[in-house]
């Protein structure tokens, strides 16, 4: 893909796009195509001029705006047939009895190109290698039409009311045609419309915002948490080191070794970090810690001692 010539739309100047991609290289720019319509401008004052300068006809014809060109960038169908004569090529309309619109008609893939018009909106569309593509400016790159299907886009551009004219004459060679006859493309993603590609760019900004806001509400209620865990842990060292728990003497039994299990009982859920950690008091003072909640066994898959004893052996 990166071998077709595709020029994005720049303000009004489709008609400068449009010849572009059909010649494959940049060989008009908007001054020469201004040339081109000031030529035209010209021709069509001398033919009004034969009917008589004084005449209220070429009067009001010098007082209208040119046809041909606008400040906007528009160009006539008539430039953009001058700026293909250069090059010995010509256009056909689709649509007329010309024997080579109705055999284009019959088979389209037949032609090697074709430009296409909407309410001052060119396009071309030209086969390139053995593929035909749409290289409208206002896509962000080529679009690939395969051959059974290039007669029904041209179809739905005929009921959109485009007009379609085939480009008669040889076109001048280029690089992509020549690398495309010989391995042809695949495009796996379409190109988007320019106007769709730049709302989600705009989009991107807002969407990063509510990104950060929605990372800083979990980093603080995760300081929270981290906080609440502390507190729990520095009172349940305390409470550690003197053996017992709030409201009872002595629910905590100092040994060794003891078959039978000591309960401590935890009214609240605990994070991993806090359970280890209680886990190492357990190790150094040698008593047992049972009946966690439900979240913290599930995390962290102790339920006897020996998978205690396992757990703090590394720590």
Known sequence: METIFHE???????????????????????VDLADLAKQLDESEREQMAIAGEQSEEYKKFLKEPSSNLDDSGFFSIQV????????????????????????????PVEEKAYICNFRGHWLTIRKIGHQ??????LLTGPELISNTYLSLFLKQLLEEGYSIFIVGGNLPECEADMLLKIAPVKQQVKPKLINENLSVSSNQPMEEEEDDQQLQKVLAESRHADEHDDQALQKALQ???????????????WRKSLPCI?????TRQ?????????LVIQKW????IVNL????????????KDSIESCTSNI
């Open 285 to 288: 003072y040698f008593c047992d």
């Open 239 to 253: 409470l550690s080191m003197e053996g017992r728990l709030p409201g009872q003497s002595n629910t905590v039994t």
């Open 270 to 278: 605990i994070s991993t970090t806090t359970f280890v950690l209680l």
């Open 262 to 266: 000591q309960p401590i009982m935890f």
């Open 80 to 107: 953009i047939d001058r700026a293909l004569s250069v090059w010995g090529l010509g256009l056909i309309l689709y649509n007329s009895p010309n024997p080579v619109a109705i055999a284009a008609r019959i088979n």
């Open 293 to 304: 909640p439900l979240w913290s066994v599930m995390k962290c898959q102790i339920l006897t």
């Open 132 to 137: 035909w593509f749409n290289l409208n400016s």
């Open 8 to 30: 994005q739309q720049e303000g009004s100047l489709c008609a400068q796009h449009c010849l572009n991609a059909l010649l494959q290289a940049q060989y008009f720019s908007p």
